[in-house]
């Protein structure tokens, strides 16, 4: 009586034996959602590690930075991360230094042009201000007249009766300076002794002058990052010839 039932059930035996062959074995189940990220993340340090490599030979600190700095952030357990913190932060630091360097360098102008019947060779740098209009500390040697240093802002100048002092600050300490307005009613503040200023400047990395503005008779304190001045660069001048 039970023998119609013998097709049905060795259709389901093949079955079960069909489904048993396709299904993963026990003894290597599918990795997780975890460790697949692991793996991709542990593959990606790897590339970008290789990146790393190459980009070291090139010489480019900026590059090396960027690159070196996301395999860090983004791997910090790796063994990518390890590798990389053997050379970056010495690179970074080099970095860092020469971007300074240039940042300050850039603030200076060089020009050397005709000036009043003679030539003109001056340096020149504008204060840092949050508002208004900066002011520029102009570093000058004329065929003519010879060497100055000066304050040059926008009229109406400075409060200078005659002679002045310039009270301020280099790298914090305490500084005077003299000063005086010139005849032609400039709005510029000259200095007194351009001589000793310019050595001043040249030990300075900052330096911070309080001066009062005639607009207003406002009290200001004009700041000049000078630490990028190159002296190599402000050329001198011979005297004019006589006529």
Known sequence: MNRPLLPFASMVLCAAVTLAACSPQSGTPEPTAEQQKAQADAATAARNLETYRQVLKLNNDEMVVTMGKDIVQRFPQSEAAKEVMQTLPAIE????E???????????????????GGTQSTASIFSKRDDGEPVRL???RHTSWGQSAFLYGSKPGFVCRGNCTITGRADGKPVRIKAFTPDGGEPALMIRDDKAFITLLEKSSKLEL??????????????????????????????????
């Not at 630091?93 to 860092?96: A, D, E, G, S, V």
């Not at 001045?229 to 010839?241: S, V």
């Open 93 to 96: 630091k080099r970095y860092k």
């Open 138 to 140: 102009v570093l000058r």
């Open 98 to 116: 020469n971007s300074e360097k240039n940042r300050l360098a850039s603030m200076w102008t060089y020009q050397v042009a005709p000036m009043a």
């Open 210 to 243: 309080d001066v009062t503005l005639k607009d207003g008779t406002r009290d200001e304190t004009l700041v000049y990052e000078v630490g990028g001045f190159d002296p190599a660069k402000w050329q001198p001048l011979g005297k004019a010839a006589k006529r």
